[in-house]
T-cell receptor, first 110, second 117 residues
Framework: AQSVTQLDSQVPVFEEAPVELRCNYSSSVSVYLFWYVQYPNQGLQLLLKYLSGSTLVKGINGFEAEFNKSQTSFHLRKPSVHISDTAEYFCAVNTDKLIFGTGTRLQVFP | GAVVSQHPSRVICKSGTSVKIECRSLDFQATTMFWYRQFPKKSLMLMATSNEGSKATYEQGVEKDKFLINHASLTLSTLTVTSAHPEDSSFYIC?????????????FGPGTRLTVL
Protein backbone atom coordinates (compact mmCIF):
# COMPACT_ATOMS: atom_id res chain seq x y z
CA ALA A 1 0.00 0.00 0.00
CA GLN A 2 1.07 3.54 -0.65
CA SER A 3 1.34 6.23 2.00
CA VAL A 4 2.54 9.78 2.33
CA THR A 5 4.07 11.40 5.38
CA GLN A 6 4.36 15.11 5.96
CA LEU A 7 6.25 15.39 9.20
CA ASP A 8 5.72 19.10 9.74
CA SER A 9 2.15 20.11 10.49
CA GLN A 10 3.12 23.78 10.66
CA VAL A 11 6.06 25.75 9.32
CA PRO A 12 6.38 29.38 10.39
CA VAL A 13 8.79 31.51 8.41
CA PHE A 14 9.54 35.17 7.84
CA GLU A 15 8.94 36.81 4.50
CA GLU A 16 11.82 36.50 2.00
CA ALA A 17 13.33 33.57 3.90
CA PRO A 18 13.81 30.17 2.23
CA VAL A 19 11.51 27.30 3.11
CA GLU A 20 11.44 23.54 2.74
CA LEU A 21 8.32 21.44 3.29
CA ARG A 22 9.14 17.81 3.77
CA CYS A 23 7.37 14.86 2.19
CA ASN A 24 8.23 11.17 2.36
CA TYR A 25 6.34 8.39 0.69
CA SER A 26 6.24 4.63 0.69
CA SER A 27 5.29 2.51 -2.26
CA SER A 28 6.18 -0.85 -3.69
CA VAL A 29 5.64 0.35 -7.25
CA SER A 30 6.59 3.36 -9.31
CA VAL A 31 4.59 6.42 -8.38
CA TYR A 32 3.69 9.83 -9.57
CA LEU A 33 4.22 12.57 -7.00
CA PHE A 34 2.40 15.86 -6.58
CA TRP A 35 2.34 18.96 -4.46
CA TYR A 36 -0.90 20.89 -4.10
CA VAL A 37 -1.66 24.19 -2.39
CA GLN A 38 -4.97 25.01 -0.74
CA TYR A 39 -5.98 28.54 0.23
CA PRO A 40 -8.72 28.97 2.86
CA ASN A 41 -12.11 27.67 1.77
CA GLN A 42 -10.85 26.79 -1.68
CA GLY A 43 -10.08 23.64 -3.59
CA LEU A 44 -6.64 22.35 -4.46
CA GLN A 45 -4.31 23.91 -6.96
CA LEU A 46 -1.49 21.89 -8.48
CA LEU A 47 1.94 23.36 -7.71
CA LEU A 48 4.06 20.78 -9.48
CA LYS A 49 4.31 17.11 -10.33
CA TYR A 50 6.91 14.44 -10.90
CA LEU A 51 6.05 11.80 -13.47
CA SER A 52 9.46 10.76 -14.80
CA GLY A 53 12.70 12.22 -16.10
CA SER A 54 14.57 14.98 -14.32
CA THR A 55 14.38 14.63 -10.56
CA LEU A 56 14.27 18.39 -10.04
CA VAL A 57 10.83 19.67 -10.86
CA LYS A 58 9.90 23.32 -11.14
CA GLY A 59 6.38 24.48 -10.51
CA ILE A 60 4.31 27.61 -10.28
CA ASN A 61 4.87 30.53 -7.91
CA GLY A 62 8.61 29.88 -7.69
CA PHE A 63 8.33 26.49 -6.01
CA GLU A 64 10.43 23.46 -6.88
CA ALA A 65 10.75 19.93 -5.58
CA GLU A 66 13.33 17.20 -5.87
CA PHE A 67 12.47 13.53 -6.22
CA ASN A 68 14.90 11.36 -4.28
CA LYS A 69 14.20 7.71 -4.91
CA SER A 70 16.77 6.35 -2.46
CA GLN A 71 15.34 8.44 0.36
CA THR A 72 11.75 8.13 -0.90
CA SER A 73 11.35 11.87 -0.52
CA PHE A 74 9.82 14.69 -2.53
CA HIS A 75 10.56 17.84 -0.54
CA LEU A 76 9.14 21.17 -1.66
CA ARG A 77 11.34 24.27 -1.61
CA LYS A 78 11.15 27.97 -2.30
CA PRO A 79 14.20 30.25 -1.99
CA SER A 80 12.24 33.33 -0.89
CA VAL A 81 8.67 33.23 0.37
CA HIS A 82 5.98 35.89 0.21
CA ILE A 83 3.12 36.66 2.55
CA SER A 84 0.81 35.36 -0.18
CA ASP A 85 2.37 31.89 0.12
CA THR A 86 0.57 31.41 3.43
CA ALA A 87 -1.60 28.36 2.82
CA GLU A 88 -1.93 24.63 3.39
CA TYR A 89 0.33 22.43 1.29
CA PHE A 90 -0.39 18.81 0.50
CA CYS A 91 1.96 16.21 -0.87
CA ALA A 92 0.30 13.34 -2.75
CA VAL A 93 1.24 10.07 -4.42
CA ASN A 94 -0.72 8.57 -7.27
CA THR A 95 -0.80 4.99 -8.44
CA ASP A 96 -4.41 3.98 -8.97
CA LYS A 97 -5.64 6.51 -6.40
CA LEU A 98 -4.44 9.84 -5.14
CA ILE A 99 -3.21 9.47 -1.56
CA PHE A 100 -2.66 12.71 0.34
CA GLY A 101 -0.39 13.54 3.20
CA THR A 102 -1.82 15.26 6.24
CA GLY A 103 -0.77 18.68 5.05
CA THR A 104 1.66 21.37 6.18
CA ARG A 105 0.46 24.80 7.15
CA LEU A 106 2.96 27.37 5.85
CA GLN A 107 2.62 30.63 7.75
CA VAL A 108 4.65 33.54 6.40
CA PHE A 109 5.18 36.47 8.74
CA PRO A 110 6.17 40.02 7.71
CA GLY B 1 -8.31 24.43 -19.83
CA ALA B 2 -9.27 21.67 -17.35
CA VAL B 3 -11.64 23.67 -15.16
CA VAL B 4 -13.87 21.93 -12.65
CA SER B 5 -16.75 23.72 -10.97
CA GLN B 6 -18.89 22.84 -7.97
CA HIS B 7 -22.31 24.07 -7.04
CA PRO B 8 -23.24 25.30 -4.54
CA SER B 9 -20.09 26.71 -2.98
CA ARG B 10 -21.67 26.59 0.44
CA VAL B 11 -24.96 25.29 1.79
CA ILE B 12 -26.65 25.32 5.16
CA CYS B 13 -29.45 22.86 5.79
CA LYS B 14 -31.54 21.47 8.58
CA SER B 15 -30.89 18.05 10.07
CA GLY B 16 -32.83 15.35 8.25
CA THR B 17 -32.92 17.05 4.87
CA SER B 18 -31.04 15.96 1.74
CA VAL B 19 -28.50 18.08 -0.07
CA LYS B 20 -27.24 17.69 -3.63
CA ILE B 21 -23.81 18.91 -4.71
CA GLU B 22 -22.89 19.14 -8.38
CA CYS B 23 -19.46 18.71 -9.89
CA ARG B 24 -18.93 19.74 -13.51
CA SER B 25 -15.98 19.58 -15.86
CA LEU B 26 -16.42 22.76 -17.87
CA ASP B 27 -14.08 22.33 -20.80
CA PHE B 28 -13.26 18.65 -20.98
CA GLN B 29 -14.85 15.26 -20.74
CA ALA B 30 -14.30 13.35 -17.53
CA THR B 31 -14.82 9.63 -17.59
CA THR B 32 -13.90 9.45 -13.93
CA MET B 33 -14.62 11.83 -11.08
CA PHE B 34 -13.72 11.57 -7.43
CA TRP B 35 -15.40 12.84 -4.29
CA TYR B 36 -13.35 13.80 -1.27
CA ARG B 37 -14.24 14.95 2.20
CA GLN B 38 -12.07 17.26 4.22
CA PHE B 39 -12.50 17.87 7.93
CA PRO B 40 -11.21 21.12 9.47
CA LYS B 41 -7.42 21.25 9.49
CA LYS B 42 -7.29 17.74 8.05
CA SER B 43 -6.29 16.13 4.82
CA LEU B 44 -8.57 15.00 2.02
CA MET B 45 -10.17 11.60 2.40
CA LEU B 46 -11.36 9.85 -0.72
CA MET B 47 -15.02 8.92 -0.41
CA ALA B 48 -15.78 7.37 -3.77
CA THR B 49 -14.80 7.04 -7.39
CA SER B 50 -17.50 7.91 -9.88
CA ASN B 51 -17.42 6.48 -13.39
CA GLU B 52 -19.73 7.74 -16.11
CA GLY B 53 -22.60 5.35 -16.73
CA SER B 54 -21.81 2.93 -13.94
CA LYS B 55 -22.12 2.63 -10.19
CA ALA B 56 -19.72 4.49 -7.99
CA THR B 57 -17.02 2.66 -6.08
CA TYR B 58 -17.04 3.62 -2.41
CA GLU B 59 -14.09 3.56 -0.06
CA GLN B 60 -14.22 1.43 3.03
CA GLY B 61 -16.27 3.02 5.77
CA VAL B 62 -18.29 5.31 3.49
CA GLU B 63 -22.03 4.66 3.58
CA LYS B 64 -23.22 4.38 -0.01
CA ASP B 65 -26.86 4.75 0.99
CA LYS B 66 -26.09 8.00 2.72
CA PHE B 67 -23.80 9.49 0.11
CA LEU B 68 -25.49 8.87 -3.23
CA ILE B 69 -23.33 9.47 -6.28
CA ASN B 70 -24.62 9.76 -9.83
CA HIS B 71 -22.36 10.28 -12.83
CA ALA B 72 -24.98 10.80 -15.52
CA SER B 73 -22.80 12.35 -18.21
CA LEU B 74 -19.17 12.89 -19.14
CA THR B 75 -19.25 16.36 -17.58
CA LEU B 76 -21.43 15.98 -14.50
CA SER B 77 -21.32 14.02 -11.27
CA THR B 78 -23.58 14.67 -8.29
CA LEU B 79 -23.22 13.82 -4.62
CA THR B 80 -26.39 13.71 -2.57
CA VAL B 81 -26.09 13.66 1.20
CA THR B 82 -29.30 12.01 2.33
CA SER B 83 -30.90 12.69 5.72
CA ALA B 84 -28.04 14.95 6.65
CA HIS B 85 -26.92 15.25 10.26
CA PRO B 86 -24.53 17.68 11.94
CA GLU B 87 -21.70 15.15 11.74
CA ASP B 88 -21.98 15.33 7.95
CA SER B 89 -20.89 18.97 8.08
CA SER B 90 -17.67 19.17 6.14
CA PHE B 91 -15.90 20.52 3.08
CA TYR B 92 -16.61 18.33 0.06
CA ILE B 93 -14.28 18.51 -2.92
CA CYS B 94 -14.62 16.78 -6.27
CA UNK B 95 -12.00 16.15 -8.91
CA UNK B 96 -12.06 14.93 -12.47
CA UNK B 97 -9.67 13.03 -14.68
CA UNK B 98 -9.28 14.38 -18.18
CA UNK B 99 -9.91 11.58 -20.69
CA UNK B 100 -7.16 10.76 -23.14
CA UNK B 101 -4.22 11.83 -21.03
CA UNK B 102 -1.19 9.60 -20.57
CA UNK B 103 -1.50 9.75 -16.82
CA UNK B 104 -4.41 10.31 -14.51
CA UNK B 105 -3.93 13.88 -13.34
CA UNK B 106 -6.86 15.04 -11.28
CA UNK B 107 -8.29 18.53 -11.62
CA PHE B 108 -10.02 19.77 -8.50
CA GLY B 109 -13.17 21.76 -7.98
CA PRO B 110 -13.30 24.69 -5.54
CA GLY B 111 -15.17 22.70 -2.91
CA THR B 112 -18.57 22.90 -1.21
CA ARG B 113 -18.91 23.82 2.44
CA LEU B 114 -21.84 21.90 3.96
CA THR B 115 -23.19 22.94 7.34
CA VAL B 116 -25.97 20.88 8.88
CA LEU B 117 -27.81 22.52 11.75
Amino acid sequence: AQSVTQLDSQVPVFEEAPVELRCNYSSSVSVYLFWYVQYPNQGLQLLLKYLSGSTLVKGINGFEAEFNKSQTSFHLRKPSVHISDTAEYFCAVNTDKLIFGTGTRLQVFP
Amino acid sequence: GAVVSQHPSRVICKSGTSVKIECRSLDFQATTMFWYRQFPKKSLMLMATSNEGSKATYEQGVEKDKFLINHASLTLSTLTVTSAHPEDSSFYICSAIRAGRAYNEQFFGPGTRLTVL
